[in-house]
């Protein structure tokens, strides 16, 4: 089956740690993009990537770093600049020319600071 | 700020009722309105969407009214089943944007 897989499901962070999700598609998705969910604030970007090598800030990608090695994966790293990590991370994809006909997301990570 | 308002924050429908969640935006720019559904744990999944040339969108139990003159649009659950117990967000993109806009999202409980 096609489709976005995050790992891990939890993720606990001690203070002043980087830690770096999962993301791995295999639906031959060009655009990934990467969420925060925080209640009461909806959906949030961090960072997306259109092609392979290259990656653009969202709205709120300060404390956050990715990567995009490779078509099928993007990985966000939360650095210990990153002053309220504890949220719901949702990691997503869309073909070419169809990122405004919606995502496919993946089923989120949830980091907890401990 | 926040580019889609959505409301109410919460819900809670008796079985059978009707459900209808709002939501608003500024930005004429706006042309693709979709919505995703949101069960505990999991990620969010597109439910249905709406383009601004028509005024309705109908799939099943699930409606979209679009008003372009007010920038608003809703969506409305008919026959509320205890299954429909989610989060719905609404978003909206344009045609030379990079991403999605979210609304802040709709906790849905329908009592049995």
């Known amino acids: 089956d096609g489709g976005i897989t995050q790992s891990p499901k939890y993720l606990f962070r001690k203070e002043g740690q980087n830690v770096t999700l999962s993301c791995e598609q295999n639906?031959?998705?060009?655009?990934m993009y990467w969420y925060r969910q925080d209640p009461g604030q909806g959906l949030r970007l961090i960072y997306y990537?259109?092609?392979?090598?290259?990656?653009q800030k969202g709205d709120i990608a300060e404390g956050y770093s990715v990567s995009r090695e490779k078509k099928e994966s993007f990985p966000l790293t939360v650095t210990s600049a990153q002053k309220n990590p504890t949220a719901f991370y949702l990691c997503?994809?869309?073909?070419?020319?169809?990122?405004?006909?919606?995502?496919?997301f993946g089923s989120g990570t949830r980091l907890t600071v401990v | 700020q926040q580019q889609v308002k959505q409301s109410p924050q919460s819900l809670i429908v008796q079985k059978g009722g009707i459900s209808i969640i709002n939501c608003a935006y500024e930005?004429?720019?706006?042309?693709?309105f979709p919505w995703y559904q949101q069960f505990p744990g999991k990620g969010p999944a597109l439910l249905i969407a709406i383009r601004p040339d028509v005024s309705e969108k109908k799939e099943g139990r699930f409606t979209i009214s679009f008003n372009k003159s007010a920038k608003q649009f809703s969506l409305h659950i008919m026959d509320s089943q205890p299954g429909d117990s989610a989060t719905y967000f609404c978003a909206a993109s344009s045609r030379s944007g990079n991403q999605f806009y979210f609304g802040t999202g709709t906790s849905l409980t329908v009592i049995p």
């Open positions: 997503a994809s869309s073909s070419p020319g169809q990122a405004r006909y919606g995502y496919t």
């Open positions: 990537s259109q092609i392979v090598n290259d990656f």
């Open positions: 930005n004429t720019a706006f042309d693709y």
């Open positions: 639906l031959n998705h060009d655009a």
